[in-house]
């Protein structure tokens, strides 16, 4: 079985930080994608950040400059860095990957199981 499981979610203070973590579980085989998305209440959910296999990223306008999408391989594990926190960063943030399983030819999609991000003073 394949989980997307997320932590590092939390209350910070407008200017603050905070690293989100999305560890894929199972036998992983390959992530061929991973990805941020965010839901804050009463909005559609929106893509924050994604990274490919490859390295290459991109970013929602509202975040440039400030959230990074890091990675570690051999951890099977994303990272969103965020950094100069506003009150509009506010949402649940959920972990979606792209990814094949040991024994698998076809990649498939998962979710995390979200995390809450609250920024306040």
């Known amino acids: 079985q394949v989980q997307l499981v997320e932590s590092g979610g939390g209350l910070a203070q407008p200017g603050g930080s905070l690293r989100l973590s999305c560890a894929a579980s199972?036998?992983?085989?390959?992530?061929?994608?991973m990805a941020w998305y965010r839901q804050a209440p009463g909005k559609q959910r929106e893509l924050v950040a994604g990274i490919t296999s490859g390295g290459n990223t991109n970013y929602a306008d509202s975040v440039k400059g400030r959230f990074t999408i890091p990675r570690d391989n051999a951890k099977n594990t994303g990272y969103l860095q965020m950094n100069s926190l506003k009150p509009e960063d506010t949402a649940v943030y959920y972990c979606?990957?792209?990814?094949?399983?040991?024994?698998?030819?076809?990649?498939?999609?998962?979710w995390g199981q979200g995390t809450q991000v609250t920024v306040s003073s």
């Open positions: 979606y990957a792209v990814l094949r399983i040991v024994g698998d030819l076809t990649p498939r999609n998962y």
């Open positions: 199972g036998s992983i085989f390959s992530i061929y994608h």
